[in-house]
């Protein structure tokens, strides 16, 4: 009885699932994949054979195209762990797909990346805190005097406030590295006020810090570059100011023209840079510009939603039109753009380059 117990057991085997899929899903495609594996290895095989193949091969295409469809929309949700167990469910189903590899490899990047930028705000959040707790200090001892912390307390406080400082400086290191000037700013001004009169900073290390910091500050200047004002020559006169030729740029605003709009806005400023009509009509740019730019970005994520990928992205782009220096607007597209390279390189013939 026992020799017979390895043959027969009676303990059920769980067959691993994978989310948003049948229950059968993992097990009909190993099946697929070990049958495609075997008619590859013929040397002769039939026409029927042959035809077989070509099914088999499609079905397996189909599947990975639906892993990488659904683990996008896990992560536009931001489920990033959800979707790497999507991938990871569909790797151990198929373990010898490079396009299921590669698609994972490169969300992996893009995990780490965005674990990398959430540990910088919380670190920016918790330097922010010390900030407070600074100031409430200082307002205590305007109460009671300079010994409201004995000296172990403020050795402890200022070590916290340095370890802080150090730690925002590491991440914005990294933020600047993948260029993320805005978030690298946020979090060198905090650890820079972190260092106060009262905290002492090794002159490397603030040297550092006053570099890496003019480094984000300059860079968020190109990527947002103020109007340059013409300086008139002569003062202008303390009349009423003249009226300004706008009806060119109030039919196009009407139009809808946003780029055509940009254009002949800095066109107007130069020729009467403090004129008073013109912040109305860049108020009334702002606010068409904002407008628009919030419904394609919400148009262009309900269509990515839905799996339609290349709609989203011409919406995306079109956006770009008028709104080139949109830090989301720009990750959208390239995100897009990835996902349809491995979606074509799918669909592409055996052995072909799509």
Not at 173 to 199: I, N, P
Not at 297 to 325: C, H, K, M
């Amino acid at each position: 009885m026992a020799a017979l117990l390895p043959a027969c057991s009676l303990v059920p085997t769980t067959q691993p699932t994978l989310e948003g899929f049948p229950a059968e899903t993992a097990q009909l495609v190993r099946q697929q994949s070990a049958e495609l594996a075997q008619l590859q290895n013929l040397n002769a095989p039939s026409a029927s054979q042959q035809n077989q193949t070509r099914q088999l091969r499609r079905a397996l295409q189909r599947f990975e195209r639906e892993v990488l469809e659904s683990a996008s929309r896990l992560e536009r949700k931001h489920e990033w762990y959800r979707a790497a167990q999507l991938f990871e469910g569909a790797i151990g189903v198929l373990p010898n797909s490079p396009v299921l590899t590669a698609a994972y490899g490169e969300f992996q990047e893009r995990r780490k990346l965005r674990g990398e930028r959430v540990r910088m705000e919380i670190a920016i959040h918790q330097g922010e805190q010390l900030l407070k707790d600074i100031d409430a200090y200082k307002r205590l001892q305007q109460l009671q005097g300079r010994d409201v912390l004995t000296w172990v307390e403020l050795k402890n406080f200022n070590r916290k406030r340095r370890a802080s400082a150090e730690e925002l400086q590491k991440y914005a290191e990294l933020a600047l590295l993948r260029k993320d000037y805005g978030l690298a700013q946020s979090g060198l001004k905090v650890a820079k006020a972190l260092y106060s009169d009262d905290l002492v900073q090794e002159d490397e290390s603030q040297k550092r810090l006053e570099q890496n910091l003019a480094e984000a500050n300059r860079q968020l200047r190109k990527r947002n570059p103020r109007r340059t004002k013409v300086v008139a020559r002569t003062p202008a006169p303390a009349t009423k100011a003249q009226p300004i030729p706008t009806d060119e740029l109030e039919r196009t605003l009407a139009n809808g023209d946003l780029p055509g709009a940009r254009q002949q806005l800095t066109q107007l400023e130069q020729q009467a840079p403090d004129h008073p009509q013109l912040k109305a009509l860049q108020a009334r740019f702002d606010s068409m510009l904002n407008a628009q730019l919030e419904s394609a970005l919400q148009r262009g994520n309900e269509l990515y939603s839905q799996g339609d990928i290349e709609q989203a992205l011409a919406v995306w782009r079109e956006a770009n039109t008028f709104a080139p220096e949109n830090i989301e607007l720009r990750g959208n597209i390239s995100r897009a753009e990835r996902v349809l390279e491995n979606l074509r390189a799918l669909t592409a013939p055996n052995g072909a380059k799509p």
